[in-house]
């Protein structure tokens, strides 16, 4: 085994994979090289890669304590290894846990009190590895052990977490239903020609009103602000916070002290500009931008005279939320206030990458004399997010006031544009220049590349965890259920190395079982449901880990079909899943009936060849007449004379059907995406496109206040809610 292949295996990166077609695909040396530079290392040869992994090894012996231990909540004792010189096992050992809840254990042993687990020689040094029993009635959460032995002190993180996360049946009783919404779709009479956290709230009091569970919602990461034209929501600058576009800046407190602003709002002009928006066809992000940054900015203004130089309450109510964000959001707002200030100076500069060297590094002289010398910009910044986290916090309350057992569900996308602030203030665990994306498949046959910089699982175990816990808690902060997006990313992902396309990447291990504890703790600790989005290939043993774990599997009706083409019953969709007819990559059940996806393919030519549209194109006609003998054999649907060639029509009573078979089944949470509570043809977005198809850019056709008055959406609702009451 060469130097290259076993540093690689060390450090997760898997020799092979099984492609879809059932052949193992073997990643080359060039490949595995390619992404251990883009790891940190300098691997020009075999020899190169010998003596890191000697490096390695010698440090993980030296540290003494790993950085972070995951203890099971369930275990009867708990136990932790640890190393140390063979010249240290004659002097005592002084070990001192601290609790999250401030409680203390402490105790001195001796090395002959221990049992000795392995020895070790790593570069002319003897180590010892020995286990220690800790406390086994620990609480659930995050503590820290000191251990000291002679003059050498060690530090490291607990993390005791449960098995299972927040379960739907500690939710409600009862099979629920909700609706699922892109937020910037939605259409008002108020908003700004895109829709905002008052739309959101108005949405939340409607469906409640319906008997909904819960409001499905795309991610709500925030993007660049100064880059209003960077539109999908799952290529985010950060997984922690909140897209400020978002701000209804008609409902912020300081309008209130502004009169200038008032005025503003109300003038002609101003109402002109917002009706234009409101008109247009599609989503002009910039122009809404345009129109509600000047807006804040004037509101900051107001809020620091009135507010932070008096030291008033609501000062008091944002430097809380300041410290309790504490360096995360300082290092967003910092990144974001650098990234307006040298786009401002050269358009053509989008993001950390492009900037002067010196920038490029978070901790430089010249960033903090930056950060000093914009430190009103810097807080600008943070007042929005404030803002944004103020209005999503008053929804979820106003979900829970009206009776939704879930409230609102939230989108954590699978990772961050490598442009972007995260990526730019953890540099150290993000592997930079690399990609994550899929191999090859049937309908992707050079694989594909989302744009994302995957995080060094080696180096996000030497941080706790710290970033992957930012991200669940800031999510969950405000959600009742939280969807986790391309799950099977918590086993392995598919990274493409730099300079290679998707078909060169390899497969690396991930610690499904460490990030699933964590997960489990942040659900009980938010009382949040995890749904975990596992579409596609299922790496093997994963559907049971993530069962044992409580994690929602996510059905969509598509796919929940047999070899043959013929569907599930209804009866066989699991209790703990969440059902749907579709995502936001996929067709409305309408555009799907009429093949209106494969059209769009077509005219975009994304398939790889003519052979496989004609098979897709004939496959559909298969895949409608097994649907439909599966809502006859229901008692749904009686399929007389319903036309499944190449053009047929999707009618309502046809449509209610197919969700009433999923509102039917078992499974815990069925969401109705709103596209298809609106009867919609078109689908938000076409994966492997950007500017070709109009992506996150398309409003609903009519008006939330009349969003439930439709003929067809009260027909729909009505037969969900026969299949699934609230009481």
Request: hydrophobic fraction near 40%; charged fraction near 20%; charge should be negative.
């Amino acid at each position: 085994m060469s130097a290259i292949l076993q540093l690689a295996e060390f450090l997760g990166i898997q020799s092979s994979y099984h492609d879809i077609w059932g052949n193992e695909v073997f990643a080359t040396d060039q490949t595995r090289a390619a992404l251990l530079n883009a790891m940190g290392f300098d691997i020009q040869s075999d020899s190169d890669a010998s003596t890191a992994l000697d490096q390695l090894q010698l440090e993980q012996w030296q540290q003494g304590l790993e950085p972070v231990y995951i203890i099971a909540a369930e275990a009867q004792t708990g136990q932790i290894e640890f190393s140390v010189p063979s010249s240290l096992t004659s002097e005592k050992i002084h070990w001192l846990l601290s609790e999250e809840t401030g409680k203390l254990h402490q105790k001195q042993i001796n090395f002959a009190q221990l049992q000795q687990v392995s020895e070790q020689n790593v570069a002319e040094q003897t180590f010892k590895k020995y286990r220690l029993d800790i406390p086994n009635n620990l609480t659930l959460g995050y503590h820290m052990l000191d251990l000291r032995i002679g003059e050498q002190k060690y530090l490291s993180t607990l993390i005791v977490a449960p098995r299972t996360c927040y379960g739907p049946e500690q939710a409600s009783a009862n099979k629920m239903w909700g609706v699922a919404a892109q937020l910037y779709s939605l259409k008002s009479a108020r908003n700004f020609g895109m829709g905002d956290f008052s739309d959101l709230a108005k949405l939340t009091q409607l469906a409640s009103e319906q008997g909904a569970a819960s409001i499905g919602l795309n991610p709500l990461h925030p993007l660049f602000p100064a880059n209003p034209a960077h539109i999908s929501p799952y290529s985010p600058t950060s997984r922690s916070f909140l897209n400020t576009l978002y701000i209804d800046v008609t409902a912020v407190a300081e309008l209130n002290d502004n009169a200038e602003i008032r005025a503003q709002l109300e003038s002609t002009d101003f109402k002109q500009q917002v009706a234009e928006l409101q008109q247009k066809e599609l989503i002009d992000y910039v122009g809404v931008a345009n129109l509600k940054r000047p807006v804040l900015e004037s509101l900051y203004q107001t809020f620091v005279e009135k507010h932070l130089n008096t030291q008033s309450r609501r000062a008091q109510l944002f430097n809380d939320f300041c410290d309790e964000m504490a360096e995360s959001l300082k290092s967003l707002c910092l990144y974001d206030a650098l990234y307006e200030h040298f786009h401002t100076q050269d358009n053509n500069v989008y993001g950390w990458k492009q900037w002067p060297q010196a920038y490029q590094n978070p901790n430089s002289a010249e960033v903090h004399a930056f950060a000093e010398t914009h430190k009103d910009r810097v807080s600008f910044f943070k007042y929005c997010q404030w803002l944004a986290d103020q209005q999503l916090g008053a929804v979820a309350k106003l979900a829970k006031q009206k009776g939704m057992p879930i409230g609102l569900y939230l989108d954590l996308a699978v990772g961050c544009d490598g442009s972007g602030a995260e990526v730019w203030a953890e540099q150290d665990i993000f592997v930079s220049g690399a990609g994550v994306g899929c191999p090859p498949d049937l309908l992707n046959q050079l694989g594909q590349d989302w744009g994302l910089t995957p995080i060094n699982p080696f180096a996000l175990r030497q941080k706790a965890f710290r970033p992957f816990v930012e991200a669940l808690r800031n999510n969950m902060r405000h959600a009742g259920a939280l969807r986790i997006d391309h799950v099977f990313g918590l086993m392995r992902q598919y990274w493409i190395a730099p300079g290679q396309d998707a078909r060169s990447g390899a497969y690396v291990k991930f610690p499904l079982d460490d990030l699933l504890r964590i997960i489990a703790l942040e659900s009980r600790r938010c009382n949040c449901v995890v749904i975990g989005e596992d579409l596609g290939t299922t790496p093997a043993g994963f559907g049971d880990i993530a069962s044992q774990a409580k994690m929602l599997s996510y059905k969509v009706l598509y796919f929940e079909n047999h070899a043959d083409a013929s569907y599930i019953t209804a009866a066989d969709y699991p209790q703990h899943c969440m059902v749907t007819v579709s995502t936001h990559d996929l067709p409305t059940i309408k555009g799907w009936w009429e093949g209106n996806d494969l059209k769009w393919r077509t005219e975009l030519d994304l398939y790889p060849n003519e052979e496989m549209r004609i098979k897709e194109k004939d496959g559909r006609v298969v895949e409608r007449t097994e649907l439909l003998k599966t809502l006859a054999q229901a008692g749904l649907f009686e399929a007389t004379d319903v036309d499944v060639t190449d053009s047929p029509s999707m009618t309502d009573e046809l449509a209610i059907a197919i969700q009433s078979f999923l509102a039917s089944t078992p499974g815990a949470l069925f969401m109705i995406p709103l596209e298809d509570l609106l009867g919609l043809k078109e689908q938000v977005n076409i994966p492997g496109t950007t500017w070709q198809h109009p992506n996150w850019l398309r409003k609903t056709p009519v008006e939330l206040d009349v969003l439930f008055k439709q003929s067809y959406s009260e027909k729909l609702v009505a037969a969900v809610k026969n299949n699934r009451p609230n009481k």
